[in-house]
């Protein structure tokens, strides 16, 4: 057996996979990662362009990040999370500049899932209520809590679920059942909708809204005109928090530090990861408010974890915002965005498959139906038994295009360093996958 077969041999023994049935895994050996691209034990060459799991956004390999590592390594890799040092508390004060300016302080937790969860118990001390609003299109994480806050089918191994947890429907636009005139009336529907059902509800025990402000995975849903704004009044109206997860959408992702900056909107919580340390090492977090982070002046945060503010992942958020600025990658996503918009819509007019494309920054979707008319998505809802989308994904792989998705949706998310050629090369494989597609459906 080589050494490249010993290792995939070793991993499917040993390893269990994420979200899988355990007996039809191939996984991949990765022997080297640079910049846009990886590379396996063959030296096939892959387009990362989904940034792996939308988080390695500065590219893979940054000497910058990675010297900040191996520094803080030298220093002290671990440290209490009592403790103040250099890296949490530059990383802490460089947070709070880039976020929205009502934010004041932040807690730091291990990734999105902990944060969301975090998230929760913090909405809950400081209002006092219990009852937390999600939205069905969603993902949260994978933990009990933030699994129970997610709405689509990986929540449903946590269920029963938790008490008070309430889902709402997303303007998912596309799939609406109604034709609305524009953007606008869209999005005082959906809202009117919510203020209703958070009447219903009991408006004196709602604690929070949490949403993705653009739904990641579940289909790069972007609020309509008015959407955010909207909501923002709703949760004031009835003094319950506005939770925006930015843990997918943040740092650059959709050509601003946070996506809720698009439509400045202020939330009262955002929560982060990914994007903190383009996954380097894991580092996640929960931004509060100035009228949170004072009623924790006088009362207790019972919020605590091991490795919460841990030193390497500091260090490497620290050098990572850096490598942003230093950059320009946000710009470079506002830029590039324009780009892959354009060419999405090319992709869309030119495909039968293609129904939609949704697309802000770096961070898109295109969605697969059986008919454009009709919209009939090409896989049915949590319901791909015959494996359609993996085997179009294992296409676009085979082509050297990497990406994942998610029910009908495949997500095109590259890192923000990506440039205008790499783009056109990259799409154009997925041009030629999808003539395959228009195929199969014809
Ligand atoms: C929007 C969103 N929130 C939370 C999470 C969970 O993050 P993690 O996997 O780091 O726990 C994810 C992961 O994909 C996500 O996309």
Redesign the pocket.
């Known amino acids: 057996m080589s050494d490249v077969e010993n290792i995939k041999q070793l991993d499917l023994d040993n390893n269990l996979h994420s979200w899988s049935k355990q007996g039809d895994l191939n996984p991949e050996v990765i022997t080297k990662a640079e910049g846009i691209y990886f590379w396996n034990e063959e030296g096939k060459k892959f387009f990362d362009m989904s940034s792996q799991?939308?988080n390695v956004n500065i590219g893979h390999g940054n000497s910058k990040v990675i010297a900040a590592i191996k520094d803080q390594a030298d220093k002290f890799p671990y440290m209490g999370p009592g403790t103040a040092f250099a890296a949490k508390s530059k990383l802490a004060a460089k947070l709070i500049e880039i976020a929205p300016d009502n934010m004041e302080k932040v807690f730091f937790t291990i990734?999105?899932?902990?944060?969301?969860e975090n998230a929760i118990k913090i909405a809950k001390m400081f209002t006092g209520r219990h009852k937390i609003f999600s939205r069905y299109r969603?993902?949260?994480?994978?933990?009990y809590g933030?699994s129970n806050l997610s709405g689509e089918p990986r929540r449903f191994v946590s269920e029963p679920g938790i008490p008070g947890f309430v889902k709402f429907f997303d303007p998912y636009l596309y799939r609406s059942p109604i034709d609305f005139a524009s953007e606008k009336e869209a999005a005082q529907y959906y809202l009117n909708q919510l203020r209703e059902q958070i009447i219903y509800e009991g408006r004196a025990s709602v604690a929070a809204v949490v949403i993705?402000t653009v739904t990641?995975?579940n289909g790069v849903i972007i609020p309509p005109d008015g959407y955010l704004k909207g909501l923002r009044k709703i949760c004031d109206e009835f003094n319950i928090l506005l939770i925006c997860?930015e843990?997918?959408?943040g740092f650059g992702r959709t050509g601003e530090w946070f996506a809720c900056d698009n439509w400045d909107v202020k939330p009262d919580i955002i929560?982060f990861?990914?994007g903190i340390t383009s996954g380097y090492v894991p580092l996640?977090g929960v931004l509060v408010s100035s009228e949170i982070a004072e009623y924790f002046n006088e009362e207790k945060l019972m919020c605590g974890l091991t490795y919460s503010g841990h030193p390497m992942g500091c260090a490497a958020g620290l050098a990572t915002l850096e490598v942003y600025e230093e950059e320009n990658l946000i710009e470079n996503s506002r830029n590039m965005g324009k780009v892959l918009g354009e060419k999405l819509e090319a992709i869309k007019d030119q495909h039968s498959s293609v129904g939609d494309v949704r697309y802000i920054g770096l961070f898109s979707a295109v969605e697969l139906v059986k008919d454009k008319k009709t919209r009939e998505p090409l896989t049915e809802y949590d319901n791909d038994q015959e494996g359609i989308m993996a085997g179009i994904l294992k296409k676009l792989k085979n082509a050297g295009f990497s990406t994942y998705f998610h029910e009908n949706i495949l997500i095109v998310a590259p890192p923000l360093i990506i440039k205008e050629e790499e783009l056109a090369v990259g799409l154009q494989i997925l041009d030629d996958v999808l003539n395959e597609v228009d195929l199969m459906i014809a």
């Open positions: 799991l939308v990734g999105g899932a902990e944060s969301n969603s993902y949260h994480g994978a933990t933030a993705e990641g995975s997860d843990v997918m959408a929560t990861a990914k996640g």
